[in-house]
């Protein structure tokens, strides 16, 4: 009897263990698109630009590093006066030269921005942040 009442505390405690731990990794989940990629880092495939998103929907929530010759050019969404629309976990919508853009997460190392009307379509890979350090190491366009 004792037995049986310590196997079913062992069973019992390992249960609430184990629902606790799940419990523990679904809250630690992102919910928005600037959520799941604040502070990540992403190029183009010919490296001539550095994309940062920040998870701050009514403040620079992309910012852009522009590659030149030994020197580069920082836009951010007011710089460029995109407008901000909408999120879900992986899409994200803003207004900008007069077209609807979508950004969409594919997988954790490529987003796809695209027109909402179709075409225009380009990627972005994850990288690290040693690239925009070397980027930054030059000084800004004069032009």
């Known amino acids: 009897m004792k037995k049986s009442f310590f196997n079913f505390s062992i069973l019992t405690l390992l249960f609430f263990l184990v629902i606790s731990c799940s419990n523990k990794e679904k809250s630690g989940e992102c919910s928005t698109f600037l959520e799941c990629l604040d502070g990540t880092y992403w190029t183009t495939n010919d490296n001539q630009s550095i994309w940062t998103f920040n998870d701050k929907e009514n403040g620079e929530y992309l910012e852009v590093y522009i590659s030149g010759d030994n020197c580069y050019t920082y836009e951010n969404n007011f710089i460029v006066n995109a407008q901000f629309k909408y999120q879900t976990k992986i899409n994200l919508s803003e207004d900008f030269g007069g077209s609807n853009w979508i950004y969409s997460i594919v997988n954790d190392s490529v987003i796809e921005k695209s027109k909402s009307t179709g075409g225009n379509t380009s990627y972005f890979y994850k990288t690290d942040k040693s690239y925009l350090d070397?980027?930054?190491?030059?000084?800004?366009?004069?032009?």
């Open 134 to 143: 070397e980027l930054l190491e030059f000084d800004e366009c004069n032009y």
